[in-house]
Nanobody, 126 residues
Framework: QPQLAESGGDSVQAGDSLRLSCAAS?????MAWFRQAPGQEREAVAS????????DYADSVKGRFTISHDNAENTLYLEMNSLKPDDTAMYYC??????????????????????WGQGTQVTVSS
C-alpha cells in the first residue's frame, strides 16, 4: 500500500511562513495538498502534475502558497507565506497514479486521489 507522510505543521502567528513536506513511498503522477478545518469539508489547496510541474491553486491561497515536487526524492512541498488565521486546518497530502487527477474536474475532488497521509496541523493565531 503506497504511503504518504506529512511533516512541518506548527502553531504560528499571522504573517508567518511555514513549509510542509510530504514523503511518498512511490511515484505519483498527480500530488496535491488538501486541508480541513473543524466542521468543514476537506478542500483542495494546490495540486501538481509531477511530469510537467503544472500547478493549480485555490483562489484563497494564490500568491501566498507554492507547491513543488522533488521527483528524485518523491517528496511534495507546500511553501506557505503570509499565513492567515483562516489557513488554520489539518493539512493532508494526497497522491494518485493517474494524471487525470490533476485535470479540471478532478483536482479539487478528494475522491480523485487514492492515497492520503495522516495530516499535519497548521494553526495560525492573529
Amino acid at each position: 500500500q503506497p504511503q504518504l507522510a506529512e511533516s512541518g505543521g506548527d502553531s504560528v502567528q499571522a504573517g508567518d511562513s511555514l513549509r510542509l513536506s510530504c514523503a511518498a513511498s512511490i511515484y505519483f503522477a498527480c500530488m496535491a495538498w488538501f486541508r480541513q478545518a473543524p466542521g468543514q469539508e476537506r478542500e483542495a489547496v494546490a495540486s501538481i502534475y509531477a511530469r510537467s510541474d503544472s500547478t493549480d491553486y485555490a483562489d484563497s491561497v494564490k500568491g501566498r502558497f507554492t507547491i513543488s515536487h522533488d521527483n528524485a526524492e518523491n517528496t511534495l512541498y507546500l511553501e506557505m507565506n503570509s499565513l492567515k488565521p483562516d489557513d488554520t486546518a489539518m493539512y493532508y497530502c494526497a497522491g494518485d497514479l493517474r494524471a487525470r487527477s490533476c485535470t479540471v474536474g478532478y483536482r479539487h475532488d478528494p475522491s480523485a486521489f487514492s492515497a492520503w497521509g495522516q495530516g499535519t496541523q497548521v494553526t495560525v493565531s492573529s
